[in-house]
């Protein structure tokens, strides 16, 4: 079974974009750069969001 790279979900009204990639220290490659903008159009699209937040797996961004 293959795991998703790029997870979205939605918490009230914040949505999320997961890289999920940590094997790889969330390191961006084809498969990911791909499948991004269809996670951003979800993002754009969804019901009552007023904050979007991208965020790796392993934490946020910049952080190790």
């Not at 969330?26 to 750069?33: E, T, V």
């Not at 499948?35 to 904050?51: D, E, N």
């Amino acid at each position: 079974m293959t795991e998703e790279l790029i997870l979205t979900q939605q918490r009230d009204n914040v949505f999320e974009i997961i890289l999920n990639r940590p094997d790889k220290r969330n390191a961006l490659n084809w498969p990911m750069l791909r499948a991004l903008p269809g996670a951003v159009a979800q993002a754009r699209r969804a019901a009552g969001v007023r904050h979007r937040r991208a965020w790796q797996r392993q934490g946020l961004f910049g952080r190790h």
